[in-house]
Every structure is written in C-alpha cells, then in structure tokens.
C-alpha cells in the first residue's frame, strides 16, 4: 500500500481533436517536493485539474494512499489554481473561512486556522479588504492561504510563484518545504526552472501531454552526454577523440561535449598530451539546459 | 461533509453576501418609497374626487342644502360656501380653491368652472334644479310634492344579473396587477442576479476551487436556494411595507384581499423561481464574461417581459379570455399571470391546480437539464459554449 503517496496513473484527455494529455504518469511521494516543469499547453494545468476532480480524464485513474479520488478525498487536498481563483468582492477573512468549511471544517476550526494562517503569511492587515483591493502579490497569498487552510494531505499548487516579489517567494518556499517535511506530498508548477531545481527533491519534465523524463535534478543529468569545460592552448587533440564533439570555442577555453560512455580521464590524458591544461571541470548542465534539451529532443521526435 | 452542510453553506454565503450589499439595502428602500408614494397618491386622488367646494352666489345660496344632500346620494361631498363679491369668486375658481362658482336665481342658473368641470357636480346641480322646478309646478298645480316624492321613492325597476359584477372588483385588479408586477420584477432581479452570481465564479475562477470540495449540482442548488431566499425577504418586506400603507391611508380592504394576495404571490414566487433560476444559471454558465451575460439572457428576459406586458393587458381587458387563461396555464408565463388572475378572482381551483402541477413538471426538467448544461459548461472558460455541446456530455 502506497502510504501518502499520490499516484498519477496513465490519464489521457482530448479536447476534441486536440489531444492535451497522453498517458500520463507520475507519482508524488509523502514528504516530498515534486516540481513540475514544461512548456506552455504541454498539460500541466490539465493533470492537476485532473487530479482535482475539476476535469473528468478520458481514460487513467488519480490515487491517493492506492485508493481512487473521490470526492471525499479531494477536500483533503490542497489547490492553488493557475488564475486567481477567489471572489474579488468577498472579504480576505470571510472568503478564507467559507472555503476551509466547504472543505469540510467546523465553522469554529476555520476560524482558528483562518487565523492562524493570515498571522503567517502576513495578511493581518489585510484581512477585512476585499480581495479586489489587494496587491497582486497579496491576493497570491490569500491564495495560498486558501489552499492551506483546511490543513491538507496533499498540496497541488499550479504557478503558485507567478507574480510574486523575492519576499513572498521566500516565504512561498518555506511554506511548501516546510507542510512537505510534515509529510505532506507537494507538487507545483512552474517556469522558474532556477527556483524549481534549488527546492524540489524530484523534477518532472511534461512535453506534448507525458511525462518525458522524471527524477532527481542529479538523476536527470546523468545519462545522456555530459560536458567538459578545458582550458588549453590548443583544441586541435579533440579531433583524434571518438565521440567528442567541441559545442564552444572561446580563446584557449573550450566546451566539450561527450558522448553517452566516454570517459572524461581519457580527454585529460589526450588534452596534457600536448600542452599544459589550465582548467578542467564537468559542466553540470542547470535543470533550464536540462529542460532545454528534453523538449527539443521531444519535438525533434515527435 | 453531508450534500445539505454543502448546499447550506453555499446558500448561506449567497445570502449573507447580497443582503449585505448597498444595492440590495438601496433597492429595497427605493421599491418602499415609490410604493409609499403611490399609494399617498391614491388616497389624496381618492380624497379630491369625492370633495368639491362650490360657492354659492345671491339667490343660489339657498340650494346649499338640496345640493349637498343630493350629492351625497351621489357618493360625492359637496362643501357649499357663500360667495358675495363675484370678482374674487372667479379668481378664486381660477387658482382652485373652489371647483365651481354657482349665481343666478333659479331656474336660470349659471356655473362657473375652471377647465371641463366635474361631471357629477353637474349631473347633482341639474337635478337639483329639476326637482326646484318642479316642486314649484306641482305646488301651482296644487299636488302636495312630498306625496310625488314619496311616490316616486318607491318606484325603480328590478335587476336581475346574469353575471354579477363583484363590488371589489376594482380592488382585486389593483391587487393582481401588483402580484404580478411585483413577480416580474423578482424573477428579472432575481434570476439575473443568479446568473451574474455564476459568471462571476466562472470569469475569477473560483469555481474550480469550490467544484473541488463540493458537486456542481450542489453549488447550483445553495446558489438558487441562497438568493431566492433574498428575493423572498425583500419580496415580503415590500409586501408587508405595501400592505400596512394601504390600510392606513384606506386605499385597500387589507384583511380581506391582502393576505390571500400575499400567500398567491409567495406560492408563485417560489415556482417561478425556481423555474427560471436554474436557466439562467445554465445560461450564464456558457460564457465567461459578464459582457457576454447579456446575449445569452436576452431570449429569458424576453420571455418575462413578453409574459408581463402582453399578460397585464389581456389581464386588464379580459382576465377570462381564451388567450390569457391558456397563457396563464403554460409554465414560462404562469409565475406571473397565474397569480394576477387568482387574485382577481377569476381562476378557477381546476386552472390553478393544473397551472401548479405544470409548473412543478416543468421544475424538475429544467433543473434537470439545467443542471447537466451548468455541470458541463461552467469549467470551460474562453470561448463561448455552444448549448448542444454542453448538452451532449
């Protein structure tokens, strides 16, 4: 029995013609930070509307604890959607203790976690505006706040970083790190690939409605062609090694890339064969070229 | 969480939210004050038509007593006031403080009026008149006229109606034209309301949020039931307002009439509520902005319009006419002319039952397929939603 694990199990959706999710699959572990990464329209949105509920899937099944959503199980999880998903002319305290009842909390419990929660993300001032009156930034908050009230099980977060200042991203991050060290399965989307890759203990790559590649940012760099930065005077030794190609040529320092099973101490003999090497260091590819690469390999394949 | 905690938590956030809106509280006193207002109206118009004040110059001051007590068999009251400079007279006809200027001697009399004159004020003078004349005559002639009149007291003819017309009648028409109206006005307010209530949810996306913890059907069915109950209470607040007015200043037979219309009109209410509601819920659901609302409600309201204007006018000519009694029985339309014409009194039990059973059939299919267009339209943002897509699935 997956013990608090959400299971994404081959969910495949159609618009019409369109196909927007092609057996989808991945998993979110208890007390893990899952991020979820790919280009815009690749299905991101889809799955975790999916996964709410909000959206019927044409064929796949969503787990939680190995058992089916239902709509019971789904109150336990927390959602912070794409847009804002508030009532603009409903007040920030009152809005957030409708939505922790319609979750399933006594009027009383939602007071209290209402409370706290606007004590934490520092809305205390702000907590008798209506919420069209708010900075962006803060109505972000009450978003977030929304998703936490009810003290979820599961947190699915789609862009819960867009438009917020580095403040409110710090805070975002310590919140998420900190429900998803209670033991709480957390995934979110996301376009700051930079943020994702320093956060998240797994990555998921979405391209054209799957899964193209998931796993730890580690995991997903090794396989495939690693890269060398050297600095020697000449580059001209590379041309006698197989499967090395030069990606970057800037004065005596070069970018080497290798193929899958090359080893690099062979490059380091072959370059001090002919000169004194100055520099010599893997390149680690940051999750944006990683991202990069995937999706255009994708495209070419598909 | 139980289906009835959902849906009474969505109501109550409906109601609570609207009541406490500046439009809902501003509304609300402006139908009271307008309503007040008519009805001050009416009683000062009443009032006026059965009060004139004649003068009465030279020799015509003595048909200061036959002319009030004529008058009074007429239902008017006539205040009669001696006149003795006729200059000031006029004027004082021309700037209204007296209705009628009466001089000369009879038989020769003159009247004085401003623009045509109160045409029962003229019927009472000219009788009066006659019956001085001929007092005269039949006194010359040597016949004692208190026999005559005596005599002629005891002679009319004796009718016998057909169709009886109901004393109240009037009253009733004026209670059934504002059940109606007052309806109209709900069902407009009211379901619009619900529908600009959807779209909002739809355009802020809130709806994925609330379609997250609870049924689509259940966000519907608090929706309807929360600003229904809105509707209701300012329904019953204008009502009682209306009612306690009228019967302080006179203007309707409160006990009576009023309290039946009231329990019609709240019976009515509820149906035509419920009927309407959920359509324009599924209508707004189609599209996700509130400058689309309008093209997608238009074929409703027109509908509400078309049952009101063209109801109230059968209704006024002939509330039991072919057309306004089969109009009256079809569900669109019975919410409004239905209760007009129980009030008016001319329904028969077996039009009203057959009208009630129609409109709850008709309830349960609209919210129905209501419900399915709601539950498959109102997550699809963008585009407007075609109606046979959002009924296919």
Not at chain 2, 111 to 133: A, F, H, P, Y
Not at chain 2, 365 to 375: E, F, N, P, Q, R
């Amino acid at each position: 029995m997956p013990e608090g694990v959400l299971e994404i199990d081959g969910i495949s959706k159609r618009y019409g013609e369109v196909v927007a999710l092609r057996d989808m699959s991945f998993d979110v572990r208890a007390g893990e930070l899952f991020g979820f990464v790919g280009s815009n329209g690749a299905g991101k949105t889809t799955t975790m509307r999916i996964a709410l509920g909000v959206l019927a899937a044409d064929s796949g099944e969503v787990r939680w604890n190995g058992r089916a959503v239902d709509l019971d199980t789904r109150r336990r999880i927390g959602y912070l959607p794409e847009e804002r998903g508030l009532y603009p002319r409903m007040k920030v305290l009152d809005q957030l203790v409708y939505l922790a009842e319609l979750h399933g909390m006594s009027t009383n419990e939602a007071h209290k976690s209402v409370e706290n929660w606007i004590a934490r993300l520092g809305l205390r001032d702000r907590r008798t505006d209506e919420v069209q009156r708010l900075s962006l930034g803060n109505q972000q908050r009450v978003q977030l706040a929304a998703a936490l009230v009810h003290e979820p099980d599961v947190l699915v977060l789609d862009e819960p970083f867009s438009g917020l200042d580095p403040v409110a991203v710090d805070v975002m991050s310590h919140v998420l790190r900190e429900k998803a060290s209670s033991g709480v399965p957390v995934v979110f989307s996301s376009h700051q690939l930079d943020l994702v890759e320093r956060l998240c203990d797994r990555v998921g790559i979405v391209s054209a409605g799957s899964m193209v590649a998931v796993g730890t940012v580690d995991e997903l760099r090794s396989g495939g062609e690693s890269r060398l930065v050297v600095e020697s005077p000449t580059t001209e030794w590379t041309a006698t090694l197989d499967g090395v190609r030069v990606i970057e040529k800037n004065g005596t320092r070069c970018v080497l890339e290798l193929a899958e099973g090359v080893d690099d101490q062979s490059v380091l003999h072959a370059a001090l064969a002919v000169g004194p090497v100055h520099e010599f260091s893997r390149q680690r590819p940051s999750l944006t070229e990683l991202f990069r690469n995937v999706v255009t390999t994708e495209a070419r394949s598909a | 969480m139980t289906s009835a905690r959902a849906v009474s938590l969505v109501a109550k956030r409906e109601f609570v939210t609207k009541v406490r809106t500046k439009s809902f509280l501003v509304g609300t006193a402006v139908i009271i004050a307008v309503l007040a207002g008519y009805v001050v109206l009416q009683s000062v118009l009443f009032d006026d038509q059965r009060h004139s004040v004649v003068g009465l110059s030279g020799q015509a001051t003595q048909l200061a007593d036959p002319l009030r007590e004529k008058a009074k068999s007429f239902g008017i009251e006539v205040e009669t006031r001696d006149v003795t400079t006729m200059d000031n007279a006029e004027q004082q006809v021309r700037d209204g403080s007296l209705d009628a200027l009466v001089t000369g001697a009879p038989p020769a009399l003159k009247m004085i009026v401003k623009g045509s004159g109160d045409e029962v004020l003229t019927t009472t003078l000219n009788d009066v008149l006659r019956q001085q004349v001929l007092v005269a005559q039949l006194a010359e002639a040597g016949i004692t006229p208190q026999q005559v009149a005596q005599n002629l007291a005891n002679v009319s003819v004796a009718v016998t109606a057909l169709e009886p017309v109901d004393p109240q009648r009037g009253q009733r028409l004026a209670i059934g034209l504002i059940v109606a109206a007052l309806l109209y006005y709900s069902l407009l307010v009211y379901g619009t309301m619900v529908a600009q209530g959807v779209v909002e949810e739809k355009s802020s996306r809130v709806v994925e949020i609330l379609l997250a913890t609870v049924r689509p059907w259940q966000l519907l069915l608090g929706k309807v039931i929360g600003l229904g109950a809105v509707g209701l209470l300012q329904l019953l607040v204008i009502s009682t307002v209306g009612l306690v007015l009228s019967s302080a200043f006179d203007v309707i037979d409160v006990s009576a009439l009023g309290g039946t219309a009231l329990l019609i009109g709240v019976l009515w209410y509820l149906l035509g509520f419920f009927l309407y509601a959920t359509v324009f819920a599924a209508a707004a659901s189609l599209v996700s902005r509130q400058e689309e609302l309008q093209s997608v409600l238009t074929p409703i309201s027109m509908t509400i319009i078309v049952a009101f204007v063209a109801g109230i006018n059968l209704m006024i000519g002939s509330p039991n006419g072919p057309t306004v009694t089969v109009l009256s029985l079809l569900p669109p339309f019975a919410p409004i002319l239905m209760p007009g014409r129980m009030a008016l009194g001319v329904a028969p039990a077996w039009q009203v039952v057959l009208a009630i059973v129609l409109a709850l059939a008709a309830i349960a299919a609209i919210t129905w397929l209501g419900g399915k267009v709601y539950a498959n339209a109102v997550l699809r943002t963008g585009a407007r939603v075609k109606l046979r897509e959002a009924l296919r699935t």
